[in-house]
């Protein structure tokens, strides 16, 4: 991680525990370490760990871990310089530009990158109101979205040519190359490229700062296939981890704690020039577990409402299921008719959607609903058939509470004695194919009572003052040796900062320096005593493995005679001292 006065001047300015409340609300105080559920991956017991003194974070459930900088940067996808500048403005500083600052080549990819995504904005903007525009101003007008709403959302439209964005990048010193990484290219056979959207609207896909990372374009042309095309995964973009539509929503989310997903742009966008603002939706792909942790961090009470088809009602219950595995709690609404959220809007304003959204019900609750409207006397045959299919939601429900109250409510609504709902359930529960759980990297093997001192040093680095009786190689562990003589060399300004050092000198290794920095101690923990104690027992450990050794050489010389002797000596002394 680059490091500078500046960069120092920042990390000490801000405290990192207001930065990561402002992402993950939830974190609150445990004895010396803040704790919340990861915003990196799903959990449902917190792992996530921030420890104010050292101003670092760990997660003990996916290993991610680092500084105020990596936080902002994972949680942003943003680089490095990108990071900096964000927690500078924060802190009050002047960062500068960024090329006077040391930068890795992947983040001045990344910066090229989304300069690139940039230029190719401001063409399709500059298109949409060209004269070869005018169909598509006519689609959008047709869709009544004012101008204010195509400005704000930066529409655009991609001209028919095979290469007029290309031809535009390339006159303004970009490269061909960095255009195919970015997905506004693709290459043809004989190694020819062209323009990846061609004769469609455009609509950028930011990211929670607002930079385009990615666009989405609409054909309109009624042959045309496919109908909407997304930009293909890049170093900036993943479509399991992208909502569109949330950079602009995110201000009312804060606020209120509230998010409603929707099924595609123009939905969001109506939404939006509507004043329901905190619309947001996925980009042409099921919801994922990424996107409920994204979700997570910021709202509390989430609506989903998808188109009023066959379709869409599927995928509002497999999106509330998605978010249940997340141990997120859910509701769902439906629009009759068959309209579409923007088109309902247009139709009968946003009173009659906002009552639509309040009669928003829990999974369970929808599914029934539906099957009753459906088939308002079914038979026993249809009520077993139903509940064996409803008693897959149930199932996916983790909270013990919710789910009793659940079985209440589908033995009444069908009728049937809660004891054979609860047998049925008890099947479907063992039957229903479970997500494996991401197992973290194992962390190198450390014999625990040297894990547990470079522990101690890393919560405490002044007590390698302490260390003086023992050397690297008193550690059997490779990676133990390693840690203890990057923590003796460390000037005495920089021990305060231990932790950060070393995860910057050992990168491959930082996952378990930020564990060790942040993992309890225990409550009888006394860091100078059990720091004697723990130097003691491994020189002990280290002259008996050297005593060994030494035994099982075929003949000792002089020197190594004379070595034996003084170890035996050491230990019995030690054993006397006890």
Not at 477 to 483: D, G, K, V, W, Y
Request: hydrophobic share 40%; with cysteine; charged share 25%.
């Amino acid at each position: 991680m680059s490091s500078s006065p500046i960069i120092e001047l920042i990390r000490e300015k801000l405290d990192i525990i207001d930065v990561v409340s402002e992402y993950v609300p939830s974190l609150k105080r445990a004895g010396r370490n803040y704790k919340a559920n990861c915003p990196f991956h799903n959990e449902k017991t917190p792992s996530f760990t921030v420890n104010p003194e050292k101003k670092i974070f760990y997660c003990f459930g996916c290993n991610s871990g680092g500084d105020i900088f990596k936080f902002v940067m994972d949680i942003e996808g943003l680089s490095f310089p990108e990071a900096a500048r964000k927690l500078a403005a924060k802190a009050g500083v002047e960062y500068g530009d960024e090329r006077a600052h040391q930068i890795s080549p992947e983040d001045r990819e990344r910066l090229d990158l989304k300069k690139i995504m940039r230029a190719a904005s401001d063409f399709y903007q500059k298109a949409l109101f060209s004269p070869a525009g005018e169909k598509a101003r006519l689609y959008l007008g047709e869709r009544r979205l004012n101008k204010m709403t195509v400005e704000k959302f930066e529409l655009g439209w991609a001209p028919a040519g095979g290469s007029a964005l290309m031809d535009e990048l390339k006159q303004a010193g970009w490269s061909s190359d960095l255009a195919l990484k970015a997905g506004l290219i693709t290459e043809r056979e004989g190694g020819r490229v062209a323009d990846t959207f061609r004769a469609r609207v455009m609509f950028p896909i930011k990211n929670q700062s607002g930079e385009t990372i990615a666009f989405g374009g609409r054909v309109l042309d009624p042959e045309g296939i496919p109908k909407y095309l997304n930009s293909p995964e890049t170093p900036l973009f993943s479509k399991r981890r992208t909502l569109y539509g949330l950079h602009e929503a995110l201000p009312q989310v804060r606020r209120t704690g509230r998010l409603l997903l929707l099924e595609g742009y123009m939905d969001v966008i109506g939404a939006h020039q509507h004043g329901v603002d905190w619309a947001v939706a996925p980009l042409g792909t099921n919801l994922t577990l990424e996107h409920s942790g994204i979700v997570r961090r910021y709202a509390k009470d989430t609506v989903v409402m998808f188109d009023d088809d066959r379709a869409g009602i599927q995928a509002s219950v497999k999106a509330a299921e998605t978010f249940m595995e997340a141990g997120l709690y859910v509701r769902l609404a439906s629009l009759d008719g068959g309209l579409d959220p923007d088109e309902y809007l247009n139709e009968h304003g946003r009173d009659a959607f906002e009552a639509k959204l309040a009669a928003a019900a829990d999974p369970l609750d929808f599914r029934m609903n539906l099957f009753f409207k459906n088939k308002p006397t079914p038979t026993a045959q249809e009520k077993a058939q139903a509940i064996a299919v409803l008693l897959e939601t149930v199932a996916r429900q983790g909270d013990e509470v919710l789910k009793s109250e659940w079985v209440k409510n589908l033995s009444t609504r069908f009728g049937v004695e809660q004891a054979s709902v609860l047998k049925q359930l008890r099947k479907t529960s063992v039957a229903l194919p479970r997500e494996t759980p991401r197992k973290a990297p194992a962390a190198p093997a450390m014999p625990q009572m040297e894990k547990g001192y470079i522990q101690l040093l890393l919560r405490d680095p002044g007590l390698i003052a302490q260390s003086d009786a023992l050397a690297p190689e008193d550690f059997c562990s490779p990676l133990a040796r390693t840690l203890f003589a990057a923590l003796r060399a460390l000037p005495p300004e920089a021990l305060a900062k231990a932790p950060a050092a070393l995860a910057a000198q050992y990168p491959e290794h930082s996952a378990l320096v930020h564990e060790l920095a942040v993992a309890d101690l225990g409550p009888d923990a006394s860091g100078g005593r059990d720091a004697a104690g723990a130097v003691r027992m491994l020189k002990r450990f280290s002259s008996e493995r050297r005593l060994k050794e030494l035994k099982a050489l075929p003949s000792m010389d002089p020197q190594q005679l004379q070595e034996y002797s003084r170890l035996m000596l050491e230990l019995k002394s030690s054993v006397k001292d006890k």
